[in-house]
């Protein structure tokens, strides 16, 4: 888990990714590969963001989530001859998203596909 504090309210949140293939928490990679874990207190041991800026990452990391679970879930599910194919599709669809905020619904668009 991150520990967030906001600015201006001093509330304490938190933020966390969990991979559903590893069980690993990977938050702090994918906000700090953006650059956008600036700010860290070392008494409190929270890095701190304005609401605007928590509001963005918790949902993103949420909609993250919820293609990250139901790419896993689809793709357990599929006969062995199109696993393959399934991987090929989420990595060309992930690669045509524009923006990292486009990566859960293109994950989710592919999962549709396949869960016809």
Not at 78 to 103: G, P, R, S, T, W
Request: proline content about 2%.
């Amino acid at each position: 888990m991150l520990k967030v504090r906001i600015e201006n309210t001093n509330k304490i949140e938190e933020l966390k990714i969990i991979d559903p293939n590893t069980g690993c928490n990977w938050v702090e990679d994918c906000i700090g590969n953006c650059d956008d874990l600036k700010n860290y207190d070392d008494e409190t041991d929270t890095y701190e963001m304005g609401q605007y800026q928590f509001d963005f990452w918790k949902n993103y990391l949420e909609s993250q989530q919820v293609a990250d679970e139901a790419k896993k879930e689809c793709r357990s599910n599929l006969a062995n001859e199109k696993v393959e194919h399934f991987d090929c599709d989420i990595l060309y669809a992930i690669n045509q998203a524009n923006e990292m905020i486009d990566q859960p619904s293109a994950i989710m668009s592919v999962v549709n596909e396949y869960t016809k």
